[in-house]
């Protein structure tokens, strides 16, 4: 491994800190999908998103598919050709999958996007004579390791390399200004989606090249374009100094507590985690990390397991020992109020927010005949063991908060405080992610949560209900009835028959003034656990309320109203 | 000593408009504005708005303030819909929905009101006189703003919408497009479309008023058709 002295272009003992080697898989979507599908590799593959070709393999493109043209013109180009739609999820798998070969051959590395990786080429010095066999190693380890094809580019600055990269190039150093220079506008793309008006913008002012760009004064761009543009004017100049979340190793920081005799007092449990979270958080600091992300994860007696992922900004003992609590008392309460219904007993009311929720304290469930050990009813037993897992693990700069964040620090405190009084479940701040209705693209998640979204939102949804969309969610089932009294049945190519009176369970009638077309949803007719039909309606009633109707096997449900 | 002198060592006062600068209103859409008094959401005082469609002009309203990173949290909606939330402007990272039981809601309240800027409430019951006298002191005291969905004792500002009129459903051949209002304030009657076709509010298309109004005015042109209450 030592440096062999004939060799003419030996690593400079003092690298620019930033010069950096990328590699990147050509066509990474086609590679993916490849794997995913577990295709010949002599297959033309073009991955599709949103009907338009993204990604394209070295034979399709060489029958003439192009990036950007739709399904039809690239199996017009290209009919043995597999179509296939983009996911990004075995994107991002099958990449982590196969650069783990990496993590034996250098000490730092960063993932970029699915495909590119980045490699401080400071790390490569003690190990390689010279740029191009250090290159050449890694490519070769890479290659065999996974068989995909690696594209290298070397420069000054990480974004000057992913564009050489794309060359397969490497940069002088002292050279990337000029290299620079010469690239077109639009390469600005690479780094990142939210250039992508600016891109626009710059083209209309005449700025071809990214030269154009650098030469403008830094002040200007930035008055002119905020802090957006002045980023681009230090990337097209080759100062980016943006520095990389390195890729932390795949070792888990996890630590494991069994209980003697199981418990269901969260105040026991409150007080034996802060130990053990003061032993995890040790534990990911003498690695010199920070834990951002926990994930809890609690077992009953009887094998049940409740987990969850906790975001804690100042992340302390006693912040995840809180959070262990809440979890405990909310998974503890939700089992024994349907343990208790499955039973037939009656449900005294045990307020979820109580910070007790131990049942044979209360005098309403004293008088209650014991049910007996009762398997569902794992409340009764209680925990018998607790595991705490750093889910989420950053260098210590890139926890630090921005002094710009408004007074979230007091937001933070007095929402936990209200977690702490009514459960975790109380608060709830809002997202989205896809579906048709309203209720489908709500994403209530609670606070410092990490919200998991269950449909793609950036999939395309048709028939998806359009602005103006109802304020409230509602899923209440109702009749619609015409006007003979005869429920209102609803095909493909629209209603049956005239809607005009509908009908609430409480009992309630209110007269339909006027309707909307009606317009069905077929989806995922191919797998019948995920087929759903339904047809919605709009109406407006008598007093003047818009409602939003569904119907779906048979039944009509008001699902949004307009308030 | 002079005396502005005085006033700005002894109680913080600066400038003679720095005592009304602290109460500036939030502002809001401009279809808005002319609702309210001093053309924008006040600190300090409660709002109430009322009748149908109240709910979208509260959020309505708190979705300039929430872009500027002002906090705003709702109690007692329900489930809101958070693609009408985002429809009608507001910043989804400055908004949260704060689902407790509808007796807890002053108490809920009077935690938020700590360190909140403004509250959208659907009161689960009426206060007694000195919960609610001791509700707007605290209002005050923090200058934030509340909007309350119910008729409020010692709100300043009500309005209270009247009539709601949908338009786009033409008998099963459309679909909902807009939703014109009147709404009646402490400043007269005004008329809009919430939500307008894209979700926002907006102001009526001059074609579609139904009553002939008197074009010339003498400002800018203003989004709502006034008239004399």
């Known amino acids: 491994m030592s440096a062999d ?17 990328v590699l990147t898989v050509p066509d990474w979507s086609a590679v993916a999908v490849a794997a995913e599908h577990d295709l010949d590799p002599r297959t033309p593959v073009v991955v599709l998103h949103g009907g338009r070709v993204i990604a394209a393999d070295a034979f399709a493109r060489s029958a003439g598919v192009i990036l950007g043209i739709g399904r039809r013109a690239a199996q017009l180009r290209c009919p043995e050709a597999r179509v296939v739609i983009w996911d990004e999820e075995a994107d991002n798998r099958h990449f982590s999958a196969g650069v783990g070969a990496l993590e034996e051959l250098v000490a730092r590395f960063t993932l970029l996007s699915p495909g590119t990786l980045a490699i401080p080429l400071g ?25 995909w094809e690696f594209f290298p580019g070397i420069a000054d600055t990480v974004f000057a390399a992913v564009l050489a990269a794309r060359q397969a190039r490497r940069v002088e150093p002292g050279a990337t200004r000029r290299f620079l220079a010469a690239q077109p506008i639009h390469s600005l793309e690479y780094a990142g989606a939210e250039y992508a008006e600016l891109i626009d913008v710059f083209g209309h002012l005449g700025l071809r090249t990214l030269g154009d760009l650098a030469a403008l004064d830094a002040r200007d761009v930035t008055s ?9 004017h230090d990337l097209a100049g080759g100062r980016g100094r943006t520095p990389l979340h390195d890729h932390v190793r795949t070792e888990q920081f996890g630590v494991e507590l069994g209980l003697d005799t199981p418990t269901t007092r969260s105040d026991t449990l409150g007080f034996l985690t802060r130990q053990l979270a003061a032993d995890l958080l040790a534990k990911v600091r003498r690695h010199g990390l920070v834990c951002t992300q926990i994930t809890i994860e609690l077992r009953a007696a009887g094998g049940q397991s409740s987990t969850r992922t906790w975001r804690i900004d100042d992340m302390s003992e006693t912040a995840i020992a809180d959070r262990l609590r809440w979890q405990a008392e909310g998974w503890l309460a939700g089992s024994s109020q349907s343990g208790r219904s499955q039973t037939g007993s009656s449900r005294s009311g045990a307020g979820g927010s109580g910070s007790d929720s131990h049942r044979r304290r209360h005098p309403g469930a004293e008088d209650l005949p014991d049910p007996g050990p009762d398997p569902e009813d794992f409340a009764e037993e209680g925990v018998i063991a607790l595991s705490l897992v750093a889910a989420e693990l950053t260098t210590a700069l890139g926890a630090t908060k921005s002094l710009f964040d408004e007074n979230t620090g ?19 701040v809002p997202g989205l992610q896809g579906g048709w209705d309203p209720a489908e693209t709500n994403l209530w998640t609670p606070w410092q949560q990490t919200a998991t979204p269950e449909r793609n939102p950036r999939a395309p949804w048709p028939g998806a209900l359009r602005a103006p969309r109802p304020t409230t969610v509602e899923h209440l089932p109702v009749d619609v009835l015409t006007a003979d009294g005869r429920p209102v049945g609803a095909r493909p190519a629209g209603l049956e028959a005239e809607p005009r009176t509908i009908r609430f369970p409480a009992g309630g009638t209110e007269a339909i003034a006027d309707y909307s077309g009606s317009w069905p949803i077929e989806s995922g007719w191919w797998d019948p656990a995920h087929s759903t039909y339904r047809t919605r309606l709009q109406v407006v009633t008598e007093s003047g309320q818009a409602l939003l109707l569904s119907k779906e096997n048979g039944q009509w449900y008001l699902t949004g109203r307009y308030c | 000593m002079p005396l502005v002198e005085q006033l700005s060592r002894e109680m913080g006062i600066s400038t003679a408009t720095a005592l009304f600068h602290g109460h500036a209103p939030r502002p809001v859409h401009p279809v808005l504005a002319p609702l309210f008094r001093r053309g924008g959401l006040p600190r300090g005082e409660i709002v109430a708005m009322t009748g149908p469609q109240s709910l979208s002009c509260a959020l309505a309203t708190i ?15 329900g489930e809101p819909a958070v693609s009408s ?37 659907d009161p689960g019951y009426q206060p007694s006189a000195g919960e609610q006298a001791r509700l707007l002191a605290k209002v005050r005291e923090r200058r934030i703003s509340l909007i309350s969905l119910a008729p409020a004792k010692g709100s300043t500002e009500q309005i209270e919408i009247t009539d709601t009129r949908w338009s786009g459903t033409e008998h099963g051949r459309g679909r909902l497009r807009s939703c014109q209002v009147v709404a009646r304030s402490q400043t007269g009657v005004h008329r809009f479309l919430l939500p307008g076709p894209d979700g926002t509010p907006a102001e009526v298309p001059a074609r579609t008023v139904p009553t002939p109004v008197p074009a010339p005015m003498p400002r800018r042109t203003r989004p709502v058709v006034r008239s004399v209450s």
């Open chain 1, 224 to 232: 002119r374009f905020g802090e957006l543009g002045r980023r681009a």
């Open chain 1, 123 to 147: 790390s490569l010095r003690h190990g390689y004579a010279d740029e191009p066999s250090a290159v050449e190693a890694l490519i070769s380890a890479l290659v065999s390791e996974t068989g």
């Open chain 2, 63 to 77: 979705a300039e303030a929430t872009t500027e990173q002002k906090w705003c949290a709702g109690i007692g909606l």
């Open chain 1, 410 to 428: 007091q937001v933070t405190h007095t929402l936990e405080r209200l977690q702490g009084l009514f459960g975790p479940d109380a608060v709830l």
């Open chain 2, 85 to 121: 939330i985002a429809d009608l402007g507001v910043d989804l990272d400055h908004f949260v929905n704060v689902v407790t039981p509808a007796q807890d809601w002053l108490r809920v309240a009077s935690i938020l009101i700590e360190s909140f800027d403004i509250l959208v409430v």
């Open chain 1, 5 to 21: 002295p004939a060799l003419e272009l030996p690593l400079p003992d003092r690298v620019d800190p930033d010069r950096t080697l």
